[in-house]
């Protein structure tokens, strides 16, 4: 808990999703929740923005995300909603975006922080449901290299601990 604001933040270790929001899941508008991405790695991106620009580098970095198992779980500002969003209907996404009427989302991971345009907010939660990592990166293919080679060092060191 943040004592000072009196608001429960999550922390590496804790469950990561405790409560079903919308989302648009392959072009639909829909409610999903912890048990959609159980036993598969999530990766929960909050993201200053979703331009056409934005949603090619993401759907790319996705695509590259499902090879290896992981969702990607995508939180545009409140300002963006979930409805407008015709790219998103008009392809298949490697990613889901997720709506935040209540905030909840942001409250639960902190709240809104301060980010320049181009970076985007990420956590890394495993296949129990528990948050694993936390990252500020750059929403370049260089700053997403680095979410990918997290994933897979955590990927290996599961591995590494079954064997």
Request: charged share 20%; hydrophobic share 40%.
């Amino acid at each position: 808990m943040d004592y000072k604001s009196g608001k429960i933040v999550r922390r590496i270790g804790q469950k990561a999703l405790t409560f079903r929001f919308p989302a648009v899941v392959d072009g639909e508008v829909s409610y999903i929740g912890p048990k959609e991405f159980l036993g598969q790695w999530l990766v929960l991106s909050f993201v200053p923005a979703l331009g056409e620009s934005e949603i090619m580098l993401w759907n790319r970095h996705g695509q590259e995300l499902a090879e290896l198992g992981v969702a990607l779980l995508l939180v545009p500002p409140e300002a963006q909603t979930l409805h407008g969003k015709q790219s998103f209907c008009t392809q298949h996404m490697h990613f889901v975006v997720a709506g935040d009427p209540m905030r909840r989302l942001q409250r639960l991971y902190g709240g809104p922080t301060t980010q320049s345009p181009g970076r985007g907010r990420t956590f890394l939660i495993d296949p129990d449901g528990l948050l694993r990592f936390h990252l500020v990166h750059s929403l370049t293919e260089r700053g997403m290299g680095v979410l990918t080679e997290l994933l897979q060092a955590y990927q290996d060191a599961e591995i590494a601990a079954v064997v």
